[in-house]
């Protein structure tokens, strides 16, 4: 049972299937635009964390189609200005999750959209449906709240047991600079006792790609609500634990998503590598 007493429309299920239209509908209109050529339009935290007006234009083609189609939800989205509805839930957006790879046309970027029952916040919202279109390949992942992960159709499942010394580990890293360097050497500490690290610069990709086995975990520190709420949806439906540090609920202090066999392994690791985790 969510928080709020749902209707038929506000099912899972239902959502599920409005925010994959929407989805499918901004990653198209994102790809024509990239195909027509992009420009930076401005930066947010750093001088190397850009917006384009793609990103901008995305979201209110997203904000137009959830309102039009439920006009009493609420919207969080990375570019706008927060929508306050009265429905209790709230849709949390990232029009294009992976601008820098979007910008150089580095197939690894992608539109995320999730549902939510409760505030806009990872710790006290319970999620009901996520999307994530990679525009470029086409493929879409997706969630519903007890409805099980899928890839185009099919059935996502987790690796287990794996041991974290044959692990495939993603991360990700911020654009200010004293923030990236430590993670920089937390990673170091980290690399000799896993498989390999991979960066692949959409956290949501991430997500989706521990959901799909391509990656047997993941971990990131800096990461804000629209960056995970639908990969991290898709990614625990798929069987993956999701937590944050010290055990808590994910958070822009961490996000770590293995299988349960792997996760504290993971967590233990981090701790000795220097993250509070």
Not at 36 to 63: C, F
Not at 69 to 82: K, N, Q, S
Not at 248 to 262: D, F, K, Q, V, W
């Amino acid at each position: 049972m969510t928080q709020h007493e749902t209707s038929d429309a506000s099912a899972p299920a239902a959502l599920l299937e409005l925010a994959r239209s929407i989805a499918l509908r901004a990653a198209e209109f994102a790809l024509d635009a990239r195909t027509a050529g992009v420009s930076v339009a401005a930066t947010k935290s750093t001088p190397t964390d850009i917006v384009t007006a793609v990103d901008r234009d995305t979201e209110a083609l997203i904000r137009s189609l959830v309102l039009e189609a439920r006009p009493d939800d609420g919207i969080l989205g990375e570019e706008g200005v927060t929508h306050v509805g009265t429905s209790g839930l709230n849709w949390v957006v990232d029009p294009i999750d992976g601008t820098v790879n979007f910008l150089y046309d580095i197939p690894a970027w992608s539109v995320s959209i999730a549902v939510v029952d409760g505030p806009a916040d990872p710790g006290a919202w319970s999620a009901l449906a996520g999307v994530v279109v990679n525009p470029v390949s086409g493929e879409v992942f997706e969630a519903s709240a007890g409805g099980g992960a899928r890839l185009d159709g099919r059935t996502l499942q987790v690796n287990t047991d794996v041991s974290l010394g044959q692990s495939l580990v993603g991360t990700g890293f911020s654009y200010a600079a004293e923030r990236r360097r430590a993670q920089a050497e937390v990673m170091l500490e980290l690399l000799p006792r896993v498989r390999d690290i991979r960066r692949f610069g959409s956290a949501a990709l991430d997500l989706c790609g521990v959901a799909a086995s391509r990656l047997d975990a993941f971990y990131e520190s800096g990461l804000n609500p629209w960056d995970h709420a639908a990969g991290a949806l898709v990614a625990r439906e798929a069987g993956a634990r999701i937590g944050g540090p010290r055990g808590s609920a994910e958070s822009i202090e961490l996000l770590i998503a293995a299988p349960p066999g792997l996760y504290a392994e993971l967590a233990s690791a981090l701790i000795d590598a220097g993250l509070d985790a």
